[in-house]
């Protein structure tokens, strides 16, 4: 799952500071394990943005700060089991976010 969500084109356009956790979401559920969507908590660096599977109210000033970090912790908790996995990815360029930042799922 881990590679999944942080090799995701979808998921890796950090540089673009948008909190869309729903691509998140949606890389979590292509990774080819079973998961309960109604349990995942996704979070940067501490912020949680989604909760039980859905929208959770957050500073969108603050996500944007965190975003635009060097280094941007991303935790996706599934809440079934004990397991604790890292993974460090990169960024996308800028053409990419161009054309991908524009709209929010």
């Not at 950090?14 to 996704?42: H, Q, T, Y």
């Not at 501490?46 to 060097?70: M, R, T, W």
Request: glycine share 8%.
């Amino acid at each position: 799952m881990r590679k999944t969500i942080a090799t995701s084109p979808l998921v890796k356009p950090l540089f673009g500071a948008d909190a869309n956790w729903g691509r998140i979401m949606a890389a979590s559920a292509r990774a080819g394990v079973p998961i309960s969507p109604e349990k995942i908590e996704i979070g940067f660096d501490g912020l949680c943005v989604a909760k039980n599977g859905g929208a959770v109210p957050f500073s969108e000033k603050k996500a944007k700060k965190i975003l635009q970090q060097k280094i941007v912790p991303l935790t996706v908790h599934l809440h079934q089991g004990q397991a604790e996995i890292r993974y460090k990815t990169c960024d996308l360029s800028i053409d990419y976010i161009k054309i991908n930042a524009d709209y929010r799922s």
